[in-house]
């Protein structure tokens, strides 16, 4: 569409974008913002719709990690003009590949809709019985990317079964968190204080630099998957050093990319960097086991650390790995 991406940096402790990070990236050329709500908590969403307003930008809230998180007692997802959710394999609502859009403005629902079905809308009533409820309104070129009828029977099924698993995550997580101050060096993800329902996709735990000695968060989580086995992992790359952030690879964005990349991703993204080396991530089924488990990963994370301690003390060549 002609828009050009421009990267922000993030809060070192939780990822999220933050209203100085946006202020520091705006400019005359800007129109919206995208933010995520991140892994298990929530970006300062009051500074953000705050700075958005003054600006006269459209924010569009990612709340792929968040379906069903809380800002005081608002669901988020209606903080901006759009809200976006994956519903792809890994997410809290799972359906292989799916993903869902929200707004409460009626045009950006009939062009969201258009979008989506080769410029087609739906008609004012239902149906006939075998007609067709797409109508071709075309004021908008589109292309095919409705969710089948299958898939949104999967989602179905699951969306009562939602409320009751955030419940128990978020009961695990107080648990691990209530374990945490005992193991030095480890802190829980900070939550913003108007949350008050959090919904977790990845359970994230903040390692202070230093806290198992020489060892990389890479090497403390697959320290920690050996002893769990389940999957430990830090975040992935962040996006101004991902391999997936690759326009230049399309002919028809190469020229573009050239001249935007510098102003895309040409800064330091130290906050960033410090989320991607400075956290341990685990998927959210690992939560909806038992009180056991939570135990488990205590202990783990306590033992894997006394290791570090020990090889800090008398290094040996081969490292924690
Ligand atoms: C998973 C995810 C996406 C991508 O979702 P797809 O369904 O694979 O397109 C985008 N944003 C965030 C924050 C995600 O977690």
Same mark, same amino acid.
């Given at each position: 569409m002609g828009a050009s991406p421009v990267l922000a940096d993030v809060d070192p402790d939780t990822g999220c974008l933050t209203a100085d990070e946006l202020r520091a990236?705006? !400019? !005359?050329?800007?129109?919206? +913002?995208? +933010?995520? #709500?991140?892994?298990?908590?929530?970006?300062?969403?009051?500074?953000?719709?705050?700075? =958005?307003?003054?600006?006269?930008? %459209?924010?569009?809230?990612?709340? !792929?990690? %968040? &379906?069903?998180?809380?800002?005081?007692?608002?669901?988020?997802?209606?903080?901006?003009?759009? @809200?976006v959710f994956s519903l792809g394999a890994a997410k809290s609502l799972a359906a292989g590949e799916a993903g869902a859009a929200i707004t409460d403005s009626r045009d950006l629902y009939e062009r969201m809709l258009m979008l989506r079905a080769d410029s087609r809308g739906y008609t004012e009533d239902a149906p006939g019985s075998g007609e067709y409820e797409l109508v071709e309104h075309g004021t908008v070129m589109g292309a095919n990317y409705c969710m089948s009828e299958l898939t949104a029977g999967l989602l179905l099924d699951q969306l009562p079964r939602l409320d009751d698993q955030h419940t128990l995550r978020e009961q695990r997580a107080k648990e691990i968190e209530a374990g945490l101050p005992d193991i030095p060096g480890l802190a829980p993800i900070p939550v913003p204080a108007p949350v008050d329902r959090r919904a977790v996709y990845e359970y994230g735990i903040r390692v202070r $630099? @230093?806290?198992? @000695?020489?060892?990389t968060v890479d090497q403390v989580a697959a320290a920690l998957t050996a002893e769990l086995g389940t999957r430990v992992y830090p975040p992935r790359d962040p996006l101004h050093r991902s391999v997936l952030l690759r326009p230049q690879t399309k $002919?028809?964005?190469?020229?573009?990319?050239?001249?935007?990349?510098?102003? %895309? =991703? @040409?800064?330091?993204?130290?906050?960033?960097? #410090?989320?991607?080396? #400075? =956290?341990?991530?685990? &998927? #959210? !089924? +690992?939560?909806?086991?038992?009180?056991?488990?939570?135990?488990?990963?205590? =202990?783990?994370?306590?033992k894997v650390r006394a290791h570090a301690d020990q090889l800090a003390a008398h290094p040996e060549p081969k490292g924690l790995a």
């Open positions: 990236v705006v !400019s !005359s050329r800007t129109r919206a +913002v995208i +933010v995520v #709500h991140l892994a298990c908590t929530a970006a300062e969403l009051d500074d953000i719709v705050a700075v =958005t307003g003054q600006e006269g930008l %459209a924010l569009i809230e990612d709340c !792929s990690q %968040a &379906h069903g998180t809380r800002w005081a007692g608002r669901a988020v997802g209606t903080f901006g003009a759009i @809200g $630099p @230093g806290a198992f @000695g020489p060892a $002919p028809r964005f190469a020229q573009w990319w050239s001249e935007a990349a510098e102003r %895309a =991703t @040409g800064r330091a993204f130290t906050g960033a960097d #410090h989320y991607r080396d #400075h =956290t341990l991530l685990m &998927h #959210h !089924s +690992v939560l909806l086991g038992e009180r056991g488990d939570t135990e488990d990963i205590l =202990t783990a994370l306590d």
